[in-house]
């Protein structure tokens, strides 16, 4: 038998290597809820106070390794296309990688964006940079199972992302997140000012987000598979 992360993986496996349906599990993944408890308010502040940020600033956070694969070019772009929203600050977590440079090139053409964008790097405290977020970005090209998703979702953000299928499996489209178009930055910076003008619709997703987690994405949740 075989195990996949998501159904995505297990119909490209089953047609890549033809094998039989019944023979393929899929077990999505799961997360602590522990080590991702519900955001309050007190700690948002303290972890914007942390990382320098503003206590009223608006804050994008998105996590993944420096890879094209996670898109990254496209949430600064996004950001780009929000000048209008001095207050708005993108930081991405993740290890430096074969995009890095190209990062950074980009950004040095962009030195108003580039103000308002932090390559944080790899991070052990990713809990706590989420912490600050009031939305999570997620830009990738192509997952497995897009476990930062699923940290974004515990810490009871909404989510606006690349509609992809392996994060379609993992969202409630409409209700706790928002996909666009893969390398589409317009409509990425459309989703993101589309749901910070809408307080109201922005705490209801991340409240949506905490309870699918909740419901599917636990380590408890994720061991009943096997």
Do not use: C, W
């Not at 790097?121 to 912490?131: I, Y």
Request: aromatic fraction near 4%; charge should be negative; hydrophobic fraction near 45%.
């Amino acid at each position: 038998r075989f195990h996949a992360v998501s159904r995505a993986v297990k119909d490209d496996a089953v047609a890549a290597f033809r094998l039989p349906d019944d023979k393929v599990t899929v077990i999505e993944r799961g997360r602590r809820p522990e080590t991702l408890p519900v955001v309050s308010p007190a700690r948002r502040a303290a972890a914007r106070e942390t990382l320098a940020l503003p206590a009223d600033a608006e804050v994008l956070v998105s996590v993944g390794r420096q890879e094209y694969q996670k898109g990254h070019r496209y949430s600064i772009a996004a950001i780009g296309e929000l000048s209008d929203r001095p207050d708005l600050v993108l930081l991405v977590a993740g290890r430096t990688g074969n995009e890095s440079d190209e990062l950074e090139q980009i950004l040095a053409g962009m030195p108003e964006t580039a103000e308002r964008v932090q390559l944080l790097g790899h991070r052990s405290d990713v809990a706590e940079v989420l912490a600050a977020a009031d939305v999570f970005v997620f830009p990738s090209l192509f997952e497995g199972m897009p476990g930062a998703v699923i940290e974004a979702m515990a810490s009871g953000l909404p989510i606006v992302a690349s509609d992809i299928e392996p994060v379609r499996e993992v969202v409630d489209i409409g209700v706790n997140a928002m996909l666009v178009a893969p390398r589409d930055a317009l409509a990425l910076a459309a989703a993101i000012r589309e749901l910070l003008d809408d307080k109201s619709r922005l705490d209801d997703m991340g409240r949506r987000s905490r309870e699918i987690f909740e419901e599917r994405f636990t380590i408890e949740r994720s061991v009943e598979g096997f």
